[in-house]
């Protein structure tokens, strides 16, 4: 017998395995039946056995027409129960992410829309008791006509003037923004523009006296605007057929037999039978100013002189002259008890013995010698400027001024500018009525030097009026002390006003702007005389040498020709003199005109 020792090594010898160890080979991973993993889809390889009659391959792309019988399971099987979830969840947040986002948008819309309210009901303030479209209407109506609206520079003068004339409908209608108003009895409203409802608004003077003052100055803002509105619109007429607004010179018609061709890409002209005018006279709206009862006295005289104006456009001079003698007596008229003879009220000359002027009187008699002066009527202008002038000169000075505040600490600083910005400033006071005696301010220092100004272009100007004399020498030195005198006043208006200008309060924007206009306009007139002078001085010196030429220039007594070279090379000194001054102020100009859009109205949101 074997030992027991061999039986036992055959038997670990038959427990060895066949083949090498395969160390590399790792147990197949447990499939948990707790997670729903994703061995539903169809994927390139997967653990589960590839019968014929289960598998169809993934790798075959999915036909771009209809599928067929054989893609309908493969189809099911895509939507599983986890993706239709997902898309579910996704949908849903898609949807609550959209609505989020248009709340927020619709938020932020409101806040901007919120934010430009603020800021246009501060540059153009509006009555608070006026309702929020019809100073919606009024405010948009005052940006429309600003000329930085549109970039083409063009005011749209009839959208202008629809604006004013709703906001005025709405003012003068009870059941609106004129409750307690009372419309004269026989006063129809009338339908003025087509596509509104109910735009009408009385044509007579109204009783405002039941209304406060702020609703009244608003209502007078309306009116001058719906006013200036129409004098623009005053040669067009509108298409009933198509709400159009033309030039008169456009239309087709009996009235018009040579129309003008209209602008190249603009509508076809219309014709004259579905034409009305496009907006009501200049003097319906004017007149409702002068006539209604509760205007002050400065808002009268303006809505008049004014008118005047409009009218002296129209070439109807006489017709103007009445309404500035009726501005003229619109002054008078509100001075005080016991003043009278203050003003000759047939030659417009403020009296040497006058006790009392007011505002309103000078402006009064300043636009009557300006209307002399446009009609060429230099004999009655010059007399009347010299009067205002000289009224000016002897106004009373200022009160001395108090004691500066001191500076505001920081913590005042940003307390300020916080309220500047939450709250909103309230409505501007009542501005003076003009009925009060003037102060020589120095905005009425400006206002002498227009007057000066206005002065020495009539001296200038009337220098070639005159009747011819008997020797034209003569005539020639009373021409040459004219245009010298007419000259010296424009100098001294020039000085004036620029050496007030420079030292002016910064506050002062009406003061800051009447000097800078009286100062271009000095430049202006100054420029032109020294050219003009240096101009006759060349002729003059030409005509003398052929005079001396053809031996004919012995008898007159006049310049000799080295006389009149200087005199020429003196105005040339001068010409240079203004062009190097026209410089020098035009940067100031400049510089006060971007100040003063810095300087506007309205605190941190303007």
């Not at 147990?27 to 997967?46: C, H, I, K």
């Not at 609106?176 to 509104?196: A, C, E, F, S």
């Not at 016991?338 to 636009?367: H, R």
Request: aromatic share 8%.
């Amino acid at each position: 017998m074997l030992p027991p020792r061999i039986s036992i090594a055959r038997i670990i010898l038959n427990r060895r395995p066949l083949r090498p160890p395969n160390s590399k080979c790792s147990p197949p991973g447990l499939r948990l039946f707790t997670q729903n993993a994703q061995l539903l889809l169809v994927s390139r390889t997967s653990p589960r056995p590839e019968l014929p009659y289960l598998y169809v391959s993934s790798g075959t792309p999915f036909p771009r027409a209809a599928p067929s019988i054989k893609y309908k399971g493969r189809l099911a099987r895509y939507l599983t129960t986890e993706r239709k979830q997902r898309i579910k969840t996704e949908a849903k947040l898609t949807v609550k992410y959209i609505l989020y986002f248009h709340i927020i948008a619709g938020f932020a819309l409101a806040l901007v829309w919120l934010v430009s309210v603020e800021i246009k009901e501060r540059r153009y303030q509006t009555p608070p008791e006026w309702s929020f479209r019809t100073r919606n209407i009024y405010r948009t109506a005052r940006i429309m006509s600003e000329p930085d609206f549109n970039r083409s520079g063009v005011t749209e003068w009839p959208q202008v003037g629809n604006n004013y004339w709703v906001a005025l409908s709405r003012l003068e209608d009870p059941s609106l923004d004129g409750k307690d108003l009372q419309i004269p009895p026989g006063d129809d409203h009338r339908v003025y523009v087509v596509g509104i409802d109910a735009l009408g608004f009385t044509r007579n003077g109204l009783d405002l006296l039941s209304k406060s003052e702020e609703w009244r100055r608003g209502y007078y803002s309306v009116l001058l605007g719906a006013a200036r509105a129409a004098e623009h619109l005053d040669e067009e007429v509108r298409d009933t057929k198509r709400n159009i607004t033309f030039p008169k010179e456009h239309m087709i018609g009996p009235s018009n037999p040579r129309p003008k061709p209209v602008p190249h890409g603009a509508a076809s002209p219309p014709l004259e039978e579905n034409c009305v005018p496009a907006s009501e006279s200049p003097q319906m709206f004017y007149t409702k100013i002068l006539t209604s009862t509760g205007f002050s006295t400065r808002q009268r005289l303006d809505a008049a002189l004014a008118y005047a104006d409009w009218l002296d456009f129209k070439g109807l001079h006489e017709t103007a002259e009445d309404m500035y003698d009726w501005g003229l007596d619109i002054a008078m008229g509100a001075l005080p008890v016991g003043v009278n003879n203050a003003v000759d009220s047939q030659t417009g000359i403020i009296s040497n013995n006058a006790v009392y002027v007011s505002n309103n009187l000078l402006k009064a008699t300043t636009a009557l010698a300006i209307h002399h002066a446009r009609n060429a009527n230099l004999t009655a202008a010059l007399p009347i400027f010299l009067s205002v002038l000289r009224a000016k000169k002897q106004l009373s000075l200022p009160p001395i001024p108090d004691a500066p505040k001191a500076e505001p600490t920081k913590l005042e600083w940003i307390m300020s500018v916080a309220k500047s910005i939450l709250v909103t400033p309230p409505y501007p006071p009542t501005p003076p009525s003009g009925d009060e005696a003037p102060i020589r301010t120095p905005a009425a220092v400006c206002e002498e030097a227009a007057v000066m100004a206005h002065v020495g272009e009539i001296l200038f100007a009337s220098s070639n009026d005159d009747s011819e004399p008997p020797l034209k020498e003569s005539k020639s030195r009373s021409t040459s002390r004219k245009q010298t005198s007419g000259l010296s006043w424009t100098r001294d208006a020039v000085d004036v006003s620029e050496s007030t200008l420079m030292s002016m309060d910064g506050a002062d924007l009406d003061g800051r702007e009447t000097c800078a206009e009286c100062l271009r306009t000095g430049m202006d007139n100054w420029s032109t005389m020294v050219r003009k002078m240096l101009r006759d001085q060349r002729g003059s010196v030409s005509t003398k040498e052929d005079k001396v030429g053809n031996g004919r220039g012995w008898f007159w007594g006049g310049k000799s020709t080295e006389e009149a070279e200087e005199d020429e090379g003196r105005w040339e000194r001068e010409l240079h003199s203004v062009d190097e001054r026209m410089d020098k102020v035009q940067r100031l100009l400049e510089n006060e005109e971007a100040s003063r859009k810095q300087r506007k109205p309205g605190g941190w949101l303007r």
